[in-house]
Every structure is written in C-alpha cells, then in structure tokens.
C-alpha cells in the first residue's frame, strides 16, 4: 500500500467515525449511498447481506475477521 493510499484510508476511517458518532449508522449509510457513485443500490444490498444478522453475530463475524 502507498504512502498515499494509506493516508486516504486513514482519513478515509477517521471521517466515518465521526459521521457515525454524529449521525448514527442509518444516516451515514444514506449519506455514504448519496456521495459514492455505485453502480449497486447500497441499502438494497446491505439488507440482502445482513438480513437475519444480530448485532452480536456481526460484531462476532468482524472481530474474527480482523484477527486474521
């Protein structure tokens, strides 16, 4: 990875941390879906991915996945 690119994703995080804490997680997806030109209906997607998902299952799932 760049010095470049890490900035940009340092950054990157920073800034979403602060959007959560300050609009929680349905307003920063919104805004994340307005600013992001995807191709993909985020919202739609992130249903389908989490549907049936706990909150605990998921922070399982990412604490798993970052320990790798």
Known sequence: MSMQ???QQSL???????LLNN???QKTSQL??????LRED???ERQ????????????KQVRK????
Do not use: C, D
């Open 65 to 68: 996945f970052n320990r790798k």
């Open 5 to 7: 690119t890490s900035k």
């Open 12 to 18: 990157l995080s920073t800034a979403f941390e602060v």
């Open 42 to 44: 985020y919202i739609g």
């Open 23 to 25: 609009l929680g997680p």
């Open 48 to 59: 389908k991915l989490f549907k049936g998902k706990g909150v605990l299952s998921l922070y």
């Open 32 to 37: 994340w879906q307005i600013l992001t030109p």
